[in-house]
């Protein structure tokens, strides 16, 4: 089992910045790849970065270029640097690990809201 703690959501203006911080706790040496996803009302859920234990990272299109995901791995510790922020970013931004055993675990959503 692994347990996710996210932190750092908010309200910023559009042109803002945030960063997102999600520490792991219990089968740490078990994880394989870390990152992010996002849903908005009415909308899919959708995979926004990942950061696999090989250190390779992916994108969505919609941010790449204004979002950085990061890792570290002394701390068990995904962050997700989120800059020239958008109002369609809005939306509730999910942690994830997967574990080398191929189940995948859930942080409990952190609220990230872009208006002026």
């Known amino acids: 089992q692994v347990q996710l703690v996210e932190s750092g959501g908010g309200l910023v203006q559009p042109g803002g910045s945030l960063r997102l911080s999600c520490s792991a706790s219990?089968?740490?040496?078990?994880?394989?790849?870390m990152g992010w996803y996002r849903q908005a009302p009415g909308k899919e859920r959708e995979l926004v970065a990942s950061?696999?234990?090989?250190?390779?990272?992916d994108y969505a299109d919609s941010v790449k270029g204004r979002f950085t995901i990061s890792r570290d791995n002394a701390k068990n510790t995904v962050y997700l640097q989120m800059n020239s922020l958008k109002a369609e970013d809005t939306a509730v931004y999910y942690c994830?690990?997967?574990?080398?055993?191929?189940?995948?675990?859930w942080g409990q959503g952190t609220q990230v809201t872009v208006s002026s």
């Open positions: 219990g089968s740490i040496a078990s994880i394989n790849g």
């Open positions: 994830y690990t997967s574990t080398l055993s191929g189940n995948i675990y």
């Open positions: 950061n696999r234990r090989s250190g390779s990272r």
